[in-house]
């Protein structure tokens, strides 16, 4: 398996592990009440549009050349990490 490959099977693991988190999300949401409902859904909303965001820029990355697999990978990079920063604010309206 070459990096590009590596690559794009890390970034797909992370994005599977996301999947996972806003599915635990939706859970906790379903059981809350009124005003911390309605903010738990946002967030989830919030991080499903980044979630496929990231997505779509994986798919670029796969059909990409090796030529422009750095500038991709970057791209993929800066989208997963909008993906944690937004599971990091989005944790504190869960924890709340």
Do not use: H, P
């Amino acid at each position: 398996m070459n990096t590009k490959e590596t690559f794009q099977q890390a970034k797909q693991t992370e994005l599977d592990g996301f999947k996972t988190q806003i599915e635990q999300f939706k859970v906790t949401a379903a059981a809350a009440k009124d005003a911390a409902k309605v903010e738990m859904e946002k967030q989830i909303k919030m991080l499903e549009v980044k979630m496929e965001e990231c997505k779509a820029k994986l798919a670029e990355l796969k059909k990409s050349g090796d030529s422009t697999f750095e500038t991709m990978k970057k791209t993929v990079e800066t989208a997963c990490d909008a993906i944690k920063t937004a599971f990091s604010e989005a944790a504190k309206a869960f924890k709340a």
